[in-house]
């Protein structure tokens, strides 16, 4: 087993994964956020037999899920051109055990993430965590968003873990969420970490059409998860026991909204010119009004709807890797305290993985 000290902003150690490839219940969590308002809670179902995870130090057949956080903090939070970083620990769990974490520590910060009146009994996460090394994965200063990844090493093919993500706005009650997306191979390698299948842009997926409201009114917001390279290219973003694959810090998709020849539908079935492509490295966030031209936008501020685009990334090769394959995910939210322009209490929004 070998242990690896990785410079974080909190300077936490990051236990490295172990030599031997099991890892086959896969649960991916393609946008999770921290901040000073916004959190994530997590939520971890583990049915898996005595003997299917990890030891505390990362050997196999303890009873521990690996749970690894790829993240931008800080400056970087909302830069999509950086790269990521990453932390991981081995965390305890049990047969048919549930987990609900806030991996932020917004909640749950003197029971080390772990959410409403747990016991500790059969999954002793009190005794076997400790101060720093605990579910509070993104506890970091400023704004965090991240790609959460936790995993088992059980080898068959019957999937034992499910997961569930809240973002949680406490600063107004707004909340939406997704389920986890899973994988459960048997193969022993990276390829429980390729989630190409599952990409909004995979073969055989729906047509990605996007809606969006007046932009004065209302954001509507594109997170963005690169997961695979181009055909016949290794693609997996980690490796066995989820480990760090090469270059899984920087894999770049570009986006955009392109309909036909032009970038989306006005409310009256009008075509509009004025697309605009944006590179994603790891994670990130594009707007709808960040995928046209100035002028689309003042064109299309009553909103309409568009196709949206998935492509090979063009970044530099120092700071980019390539793919054509990502998970997108799909925000609303009201910014102007009306809708339609009639007044309304409150804050909306509306949240959900585009498949």
Known sequence: MKLKMKALSLAVATIAAGTAAHAADVAMFPYVVNSATVTTLVS???????????????????????????????????????????????????????????????????????????????????????????????????????????????????????????????????????????????????????FSTAATNAAGSAPDTVTFMPTAETTTRIFVTPV??????????????????????????????VTGTGVAFDRDENLVSGTSLNNVTCVGAVDVTQMMTAGAAAVLANGGWGTLSIQQGTGAAATSFNVDRAIATKLEFNTSGTLNGQAIPGTFNNGFIMQ
């Not at 179902?45 to 995870?53: H, I, K, L, S």
């Not at 130090?57 to 690894?68: E, K, P, S, T």
């Not at 490796?239 to 760090?244: L, R, T, Y």
Request: hydrophobic fraction near 40%; glycine fraction near 12%.
């Open 228 to 257: 695979n390279t181009l055909a016949g290219v290794a693609g997996p973003l980690l490796g066995a026991n989820g480990a760090s694959a090469a270059n899984w810090d920087r894999h770049t998709a570009r986006v955009g909204l």
């Open 44 to 194: 971890i179902v583990d049915q898996a037999t005595a003997g299917n995870g990890y030891t505390a130090g990362g050997a196999l057949g303890g009873d521990r899920l690996h749970w690894r956080l790829n993240y931008k903090a800080g400056a970087n939070a909302t830069n999509n051109a950086a790269l990521c970083e990453e932390v991981n620990y081995y965390l305890p769990s049990s047969q048919n055990d549930i987990q609900t974490v806030d991996i932020g520590g917004n909640f749950g910060a003197t029971t080390k993430g772990v959410l409403f009146s747990d016991a500790s009994s059969n999954n002793d996460w009190d005794a076997n965590t400790t101060a720093t090394i605990n579910y509070m994965l993104g506890k970091t200063a400023g704004t965090q968003r991240g790609v959460l990844y936790v995993h088992n090493a059980e080898a068959t093919l019957t999937a034992t873990l499910y997961g569930e993500a809240m973002i949680l706005d406490f600063s107004t009650g707004a909340a939406w969420g997704y389920q986890a997306k899973l994988t459960n191979l048997a193969a022993n390698d990276g390829s429980n970490f390729d």
